[in-house]
């Protein structure tokens, strides 16, 4: 295993930093019951030091599966990151089973979510533009 990688049987994490800014976890497998609490333990493991980025992306491209516990484990993230103050964005191949579920169960529309992980780098911080526009208009 490299530096910043954990794995289970059925799924791998693999953290890197591309810049100060942005952390990028890397997903292979299958995200449910039996491996959630590994993405759980790398996503508060970069969320929860004194020099946490700006934004976190989860790169679901090389995930096989996701069960009820997966989307409940990537939504309880995103709710974590933000309520920091920190981006969270899903890199999610179109016609993936990952895209299936996410569209099925309209976590699409309350998930920050990407086609490519060159997609989701490029992006600017939807948060932070909210947050640029109530100061304006406070």
Avoid: C
């Amino acid at each position: 295993m490299w530096p910043g990688e954990q794995e289970s049987r059925r799924l791998t994490v693999a953290r890197s930093r591309g810049n100060p800014q942005v952390v990028v976890l890397d997903l292979v497998g299958e995200l449910d019951d039996g491996t959630v609490l590994l993405l759980a333990r790398e996503v508060a493991l970069v969320l929860d030091r004194e020099s946490a980025p700006e934004t976190v992306v989860v790169d679901l491209t090389a995930v096989r599966s996701v069960s009820a516990s997966g989307l409940r484990a990537l939504h309880a993230a995103h709710a974590h990151a933000t309520g920091k103050g920190i981006g969270f964005r899903l890199v999610v191949r179109e016609n993936s089973r990952p895209a299936s579920v996410l569209d099925a169960t309209k976590l699409r529309a309350v998930l920050d979510v990407y086609p490519s992980r060159a997609a989701a780098l490029a992006a600017g911080d939807r948060g932070r533009f909210v947050r640029e526009m109530r100061a304006l208009w406070t």
